[in-house]
């Protein structure tokens, strides 16, 4: 143990490296197991006479604990209950599944009931999964897990694009955002609506997104009309990607100086002779006006091509370049079913050790992944500031920052449409008819 200059003995430090080991104490001081059981309760914790009292019971949780080992079908029965298990267990990772018809650790005792739907999921948030991994045909700054400054605002742009269209297209309000802890990011929409779909309907809402279609022999499929785009494919592009298109992913990836990217834009373009001639002008390697600029020769070979290309009449072909650069890339299957896991926010990633913190989706940009605290750092930071008289928790470290900001940007607007929700539905059982007797 190390000696102060006073000579007293400053706390041990936590490393990096060995999460695992961290985990109790993170469990202990700094999950916020409070607020996330306000959110997945859903005002049932109340004691208003709408609220059920068994609702977080029927919400499965997964345990990934040290070693792979996968435990499905956990249950409490409150915040209380699921610290201590936390605590008890320390899972690598937690997962959130559907709230189902019955307690889900009580599932064996309805296998044999008769019915096919004793044991059925009934509920669950609409779930969205995009990972920067899908992304590498079209980076040239990183590729697999790895990811920095130049590619984020690709999940920027993801963010704003089905931010808005859940929002505006159709009608949900509670969402959160939550980054993945090492390269991607998810969302969750908890209306009531989007909780109660079926997986038919998810599946539909997944599918209006999915204008990216994945990969066939090397080349992009993307699935849009033109001219006349659908509103939401016009509003992507006009509002957010063309603007990142020049602004950003053009000059950062540089897009048309490197030859990986190169084949990648000459690939979507049907007309031999712009592909010919443009490659053979790139391969000399001509110096631009603005080439003290990062990225400058970028953006002036761009502009060539596309010029080129709207005088061939081929504008549809600009726009499935940097639609297919910069698109979001949706995991859609993550989305389609009810009981599929998702896993939960404030978790540790195992790896890389960072919290799976909130993100605000009115301004992505100022979420920076460099800057997301470690459970190593969050340890330390309770070390060097806690008092002798003060409890350990979150609210000693920089922890508090992002807690505040899941509870300004989601947890109290959700509060406020679950307490008006179940006001509702107690109005609705007051005015029912009933029977004199």
């Known amino acids: 143990m190390e000696q102060d200059e006073d000579g007293t003995f400053a706390a041990p430090k936590f490393a990096e490296g060995c999460v695992q080991d961290l985990m109790k104490s993170y469990y202990s001081m700094l999950f916020p197991w409070k607020e996330m059981y306000r959110w997945l309760s859903y005002g049932n914790d109340s004691k208003l006479p709408q609220a059920d009292p068994n609702y ?69 948030e609409l779930v969205f999964d995009i990972d920067m991994t899908d992304y590498d045909d079209v980076r040239a700054c990183c590729d697999e897990a790895n990811i920095c400054a130049k590619c984020w605002p690709l999940m920027n742009a993801a963010i704003k694009i089905i931010d808005t269209g859940l929002r505006e297209d159709f009608g949900f309000r509670n969402l959160l955002w939550v980054f993945s802890g090492r390269r ?21 809402v997944a599918n209006y997104f999915a204008v990216y279609k994945g990969m066939e022999a090397g080349r992009t499929k993307l699935d849009f009309t033109y001219p006349n785009m659908h509103p939401l494919v016009e509003r992507s592009y006009n509002q957010v990607l063309l603007p990142m298109w020049k602004e950003i992913v053009l000059p950062q990836q540089r897009v048309l100086e490197t030859p990986k990217l190169q084949e990648k834009v000459l690939s979507m373009i049907p007309d031999e002779e ?28 761009w502009e060539k091509l596309a010029g080129d290309l709207a005088r061939e009449n081929k504008r549809r072909t600009i726009a499935e370049i940097i639609i297919g650069f910069t698109y979001p890339r949706l995991d859609i299957d993550v989305s389609k079913k009810m009981n599929h896991l998702l896993k939960a926010p404030f978790c540790v990633h195992p790896k890389t050790g960072k919290v799976c913190v909130p993100i605000d989706p009115k301004n992505p940009e100022d979420f920076d992944p460099d800057t997301v605290p470690t459970v190593a750092q969050l340890l330390n930071e309770i070390n060097e500031r806690k008092k002798p008289d003060q409890p350990a928790t979150w609210q000693l470290t920089s922890m508090k920052g992002w807690v505040d900001l899941y509870s300004a940007t989601f947890l109290e607007g959700l509060e406020e449409d679950v307490r008006a929700e179940l006001q509702r539905k107690g109005r609705q059982t007051a005015e029912m008819p009933r029977a004199d007797w």
């Open 56 to 124: 977080f019971r029927k919400r499965e949780f997964c345990f990934t604990l040290d070693g792979d080992i996968f435990v499905r079908y956990q249950s409490f029965g409150n915040g209380e209950e699921l610290h201590k298990a936390l605590k008890e267990k320390v899972p690598a990772k937690i997962d959130l599944g559907p709230v189902y018809s019955v307690d889900p650790q009580k599932r064996s005792s309805y296998a044999n009931s008769g019915s096919q739907k004793a044991f059925t999921p009934i509920e669950r």
């Open 184 to 204: 991607g990011i998810h969302c969750w929409a908890c209306d009531q609506r989007a909780r109660s779909l079926s997986d038919e309907q998810r599946s539909a």
């Open 274 to 301: 712009i592909c010919r001639r443009h490659r053979e002008e790139w391969a000399q390697n001509r110096p631009c006006n603005r080439v003290s600029e990062p990225g400058a020769l970028s953006v002036a070979r």
